[in-house]
């Protein structure tokens, strides 16, 4: 079982960043594939990134591409997503999920864990 606990979430103004923290339990975070999520008022939740067990391959969708990067510590059980350039469409609660498995995932219905959500606010 693992659990997730999201972090950093607030409001801010357009244009400026904030950088979201995933903190997971379990001893074999290091094996765990993990994704960032987010969902907008009235609308369904969408991928946004995700990163492999090793810290090396990465992927993101076309709406954050560029002004987004997920990054993870395993030593710390802590997976990141750093959000620059922040553009009021950006608002949303972010979710962050995991899997025990060593490739890529995007789809989250394949994801086991979800953590709680972390409301992030852009303000224009």
């Known amino acids: 079982q693992v659990q997730l606990v999201e972090s950093g979430g607030g409001l801010v103004q357009a244009g400026g960043s904030l950088r979201l923290s995933c903190a997971a339990s379990?001893?074999?975070?290091?094996?765990?594939?993990m994704g960032w999520f987010r969902q907008a008022p009235g609308k369904e939740r969408e991928f946004v990134a995700a990163i492999i067990w090793s810290r090396g391959r990465t992927h993101y969708a076309d709406s954050v591409k560029g002004r987004f990067t997920i990054s993870r510590d395993n030593a710390k059980n802590t997976v990141y997503l750093q959000m620059n350039s922040l553009k009021p469409e950006d608002t949303a609660v972010y979710y962050c999920?995991?899997?025990?498995?060593?490739?890529?995932?995007?789809?989250?219905?394949?994801?086991?864990?979800w953590g709680q959500g972390t409301q992030v606010t852009v303000s224009s």
């Open positions: 999920a995991a899997k025990s498995h060593y490739g890529l995932i995007t789809r989250q219905s394949e994801y086991d864990y």
């Open positions: 379990g001893r074999t975070f290091s094996s765990y594939a």
